[in-house]
């Protein structure tokens, strides 16, 4: 056969699709990787997001690990009560000394003594000993905070959330079962419960 009178393919739309994908996977990339970093307050993150505030060491227990497809958990005890950890990736051994950690954002980390292998606290229940979890009449955790940084007022905080919905089979089941807390609010309000020195607000240098 005559090359010559073969077709001329167009490859230009291969090229547009496979620069549209590559274009794609490096969003992908990026925004997973300042995920992994904020969710572990790693050094990077800290270049970012400064570390202004810091417990005394707490010597902590981990009491539970659920290592679960999207549901990732982490319950350590320690003498200020139960911290509830997003992910399984930096579990303390028994007898760890641990520290609480804000940055300038008031992101809450529980990190090593050395301020490294940090995991983000999802919520705190202060002076709480695992499994004894005291719950009030509405199922709620008593004494136990999660942080909310959002801009919602005050009195929108305060209104009852709704009624939970039915429990479902699945990956998922176990994690809603986690106490939910008392109070979704500013950690400035009871950080000071986790160990933190909460600075006045007018010096502080975390923002409000």
């Known amino acids: 056969m005559n090359d010559s009178l073969a077709p001329n393919i167009?490859?230009?739309?291969?090229?547009w699709a496979l620069t549209v994908t590559g274009i794609m996977f490096a969003i992908w990339f990026g925004i997973h990787f300042v995920g992994e970093q904020r969710y572990y307050n790693t050094a990077w993150w800290q270049s970012w997001r400064p570390i202004v505030l810091k417990?005394?060491?707490?010597i902590a227990q981990p009491v539970e690990v659920r290592d679960q497809w999207r549901n990732a958990l982490t319950v350590v005890q320690t003498g200020k009560g139960l911290y509830f950890l997003s992910g399984t990736k930096y579990v303390p051994s028994a007898g760890t000394p641990m520290v609480v950690q804000a940055n300038d954002q008031w992101e809450l980390y529980l990190c090593t003594a050395d301020g490294q292998r940090c995991m983000a606290i999802h919520s705190f229940c202060a002076g709480a000993v695992w499994p004894k979890v005291k719950r009030d009449a509405s199922g709620h955790a008593e004494g136990c905070y999660a942080p909310y940084l959002g801009k919602r007022s005050a009195e929108d905080l305060q209104k009852p959330p709704p009624p939970p919905g039915p429990h479902r089979a699945g990956p998922g089941k176990r994690f809603r079962q986690i106490p939910p807390p008392v109070g979704v609010s500013h950690p400035r309000e009871w950080a000071a419960l986790m160990g933190l020195p909460v600075p006045d607000e007018q010096t502080s240098p975390v923002k409000p």
């Open 55 to 58: 417990s005394e060491p707490q």
């Open 10 to 15: 167009d490859r230009r739309p291969v090229y």
